[in-house]
Structure formats: structure tokens, C-alpha cells
T-cell receptor, first 112, second 115 residues
Framework: DQQVKQNSPSLSVQEGRISILNCDYT??????FLWYKKYPAEGPTFLIS?????DKNEDGRFTVFLNKSAKHLSLHIVPSQPGDSAVYFC???????????FGTGTSLTVIP | NAGVMQNPRHLVRRRGQEARLRCSPM?????VYWYRQLPEEGLKFMVY????????ESGMPKERFSAEFPKEGPSILRIQQVVRGDSAAYFC?????????????FGPGTRLTVT
């Protein structure tokens, strides 16, 4: 049962444009959400997070938006750079547990 | 580099053999998490450990898999009598403590191939 879903396996964006990665979840008990970035042959690297008490969190070029009523979050990268090309995983944590639930990832390619 | 270390990075085992995966957490971190990534899937939680304690093993298969995090030394994920379906990337993450479980830092992973 996939409680966190990333329905777009891949995304291509021109350098300088905005990249929007989407994530949906089903469990209303999730109260903390994170985005991880992963390069080949490396472990995931934490990128940005958001608590369920907020609807937006910004860190430099990265902004995460949370829509609790729609159980949807998105990661915006502006402007996109070739070095942003990687697989992005959305993750969620429940207020009742210790584990993260990960989506299947979206492979972002930023074209120079 | 004081990051999370995992070894070996690549492990090949024949069916029926045992696989031992090691994880050394970041300095000062006492909590370790193991995840498995199967082809075309996201990371799936397996187990959460503190030193000498298993806190949550709800993601661990009931048979053949075990994990430990001794007082001294790395955390070990042990898979007995491996089967082809165990082929996957196994990632370890560590965090400073229970209240900081949000901060999970991942190692580079061990890619297990069962032939």
C-alpha cells in the first residue's frame, strides 16, 4: 500500500525555468513532510521539509507547498540548474510512528 | 568525512548464503534506521534501532532478516539464506535522537545482488 505517491516518474525542464515536483499522500496522520534528493550511487540527501502546521516553506531556490485538504505537496525549484538533475523523493512521517514513508521518486533532468 | 558510512558498497551472494550489511552512524548519532529500495520503488522502512534496542521493526520481513545496533560498533542488518528477491539497495540513516527523528542522514547504501 503506497501511502505516498509521486505519479510522475520523470520531468524535464529547461535551465532557468521552474521545476515543479508533485507528491500526494493518503494518510491524514502524516504531520511532517520532507523532500530528499538522490544522485546515482549515493544515499538520499535532505533538501527541505515542512510541518503540517505550515503551508509553505522556502529555502533559497527551493520552496515546498503543502495543501492539507488535498493531501498534496509540491516542490518548486526556481531557477532550475543542471546540477539539480537528480531523483527527488517525497517522504512523510506520521505523528504516531518513527518511520518515513517514501514516494517512488521523480527523476528531474534540467536541460542546459 | 563524518557522514553515515555503509559497507560494503556492493555485495554479491549466492542463493542460500548470508548477507551482512554494516552501518556506522554519524558521530553523536544514537539512532539508526534501515531502508530497502527495490527496483522501480521508493525506499521502504525496515527497522529503527537505538543502541542495544530495537524500537520499531514493523517493516522487517518476519523471517530471515534481523538487525542489531550493539553498544560498540556498527549497526548490522543480517539476511540469512538470501533469495533473488532480496536483491536491492539497502540504505541506512542515522539521527541524533528521538526528538530529532526528522533529521535523518543517509549513507551511500549497499547494493546487494543475489545470484
Amino acid at each position: 500500500d503506497q501511502q505516498v505517491k509521486q505519479n510522475s516518474p520523470s520531468l524535464s525542464v529547461q535551465e532557468g525555468r521552474i521545476s515543479i515536483l508533485n507528491c500526494d499522500y493518503t494518510n491524514s496522520m502524516f504531520d511532517y513532510f520532507l523532500w530528499y534528493k538522490k544522485y546515482p550511487a549515493e544515499g538520499p540527501t535532505f533538501l527541505i521539509s515542512i510541518s503540517s502546521i505550515k503551508d509553505k516553506n522556502e529555502d533559497g531556490r527551493f520552496t515546498v507547498f503543502l495543501n492539507k485538504s488535498a493531501k498534496h505537496l509540491s516542490l518548486h525549484i526556481v531557477p532550475s540548474q543542471p546540477g539539480d538533475s537528480a531523483v527527488y523523493f517525497c517522504a512523510a512521517e506520521s505523528n504516531t510512528g518513527n518511520q518515513f514513508y517514501f514516494g517512488t521518486g521523480t527523476s528531474l533532468t534540467v536541460i542546459p | 568525512n563524518a557522514g553515515v558510512m555503509q559497507n560494503p558498497r556492493h555485495l554479491v551472494r549466492r542463493r542460500g548464503q548470508e548477507a551482512r550489511l554494516r552501518c556506522s552512524p554519524m558521530k553523536g548519532h544514537s539512532h539508526v534506521y534501515w531502508y530497502r529500495q527495490l527496483p522501480e520503488e521508493g525506499l521502504k522502512f525496515m527497522v529503527y534501532l537505538q543502541k542495544e534496542n530495537i524500537i520499531d521493526e514493523s517493516g522487517m520481513p518476519k523471517e530471515r532478516f534481523s538487525a542489531e545496533f550493539p553498544k560498540e560498533g556498527p549497526s548490522i542488518l543480517r539476511i540469512q539464506q538470501v533469495v533473488r528477491g532480496d536483491s536491492a539497495a539497502y540504505f541506512c540513516a542515522s539521527s541524533p535522537g528521538l526528538l530529532s527523528s526528522y533529521e535523518q542522514y543517509f549513507g551511500p547504501g549497499t547494493r546487494l545482488t543475489v545470484t
